[in-house]
């Protein structure tokens, strides 16, 4: 069974950084770009930045290019989401997703998401 | 970025059939995906590519489809599909999703 495992949340100050962390299992985790989508509250789904299946390649969002970095560690079927000079805009629920295989880039497992609140 | 426009919200009847619409500002060719979102849950795949099933859905969901207009068909409708139904495109950069439909059955 596909798991897609969220951590590293919570209350953090404008300006500051947090590091989330995804556990994948189920899968081959290396076989698979991985992407993280955030959901800002009472807000709709916007995709934030997709990283290739060996960590060659990143994608980003404008909004966070040169804020966040993703990252994945395939020994520890991992996937890493770095925000640095959090905005309140930042927050949001953050999901970790696996991209279907091949280039279609559609979302076929989600994680259950971890909140992340950006405030002073 | 490639906007993508959904009704806000409908309501319908257990047993009837509902249609939920989604419009591209720009052609997507066929790589339209479709999502359902419970209350306090995170997305699952439900359409990829306009009109695939995923494995697992019900038939009663159906996606069609190409250019800039598309469509998700539930038919018939149950009460387990109160939802927010999201469209998400990946032809153009970024891959954006549309705002959601929210279904209430009544």
């Known amino acids: 069974e596909v798991q897609l495992v969220e951590s590293g949340g919570g209350l953090v100050q404008p300006g500051r950084s947090m590091k989330l962390s995804c556990a994948a299992s189920?899968?081959?985790?290396?076989?698979?770009?991985m992407a993280w989508v955030c959901q800002a509250p009472k807000k709709g789904l916007e995709w934030v930045a997709t990283?290739?299946?060996?960590?060659?390649?990143?994608y980003y969002r404008d909004s966070v290019k040169g804020r966040f970095t993703i990252s994945r560690d395939n020994a520890k079927s991992t996937l890493y989401l770095q925000m640095d000079s959090l905005r309140s805009e930042d927050t949001a629920t953050y999901y970790c997703?696996?991209?279907?295989?091949?280039?279609?880039?559609?979302?076929?497992?989600w994680g259950q998401g971890v909140m992340v609140t950006v405030s002073s | 970025d490639t906007v993508l426009t959904q009704s806000p919200a409908l309501a319908v009847s257990p047993g009837e059939r509902v249609t939920i619409s989604c419009r591209a500002s720009?052609?997507?060719?066929?790589?339209m995906h479709w999502y359902q979102q419970k209350p306090g849950q995170q997305p699952t795949l439900l359409i990829y590519?306009?009109?695939n099933l995923e494995s697992g859905v019900p038939a009663r969901f159906s996606g069609s489809g190409s250019g800039t207009d598309f469509t998700l068909t539930i038919d018939p409708v149950e009460a387990d599909d109160t939802a927010t139904y999201y469209c998400?495109?990946?032809?153009?950069?970024?891959?954006?999703f549309g705002s959601g439909t929210k279904l209430e059955i009544k």
């Open positions: 997703a696996r991209s279907a295989p091949g280039i279609p880039y559609y979302f076929d497992y």
């Open positions: 720009e052609s997507v060719s066929t790589l």
């Open positions: 590519l306009a009109s």
């Open positions: 189920g899968f081959t985790f290396n076989n698979y770009d």
């Open positions: 990283i290739s299946y060996d960590g060659s390649s990143t």
């Open positions: 998400q495109q990946s032809w153009n950069d970024p891959l954006t």
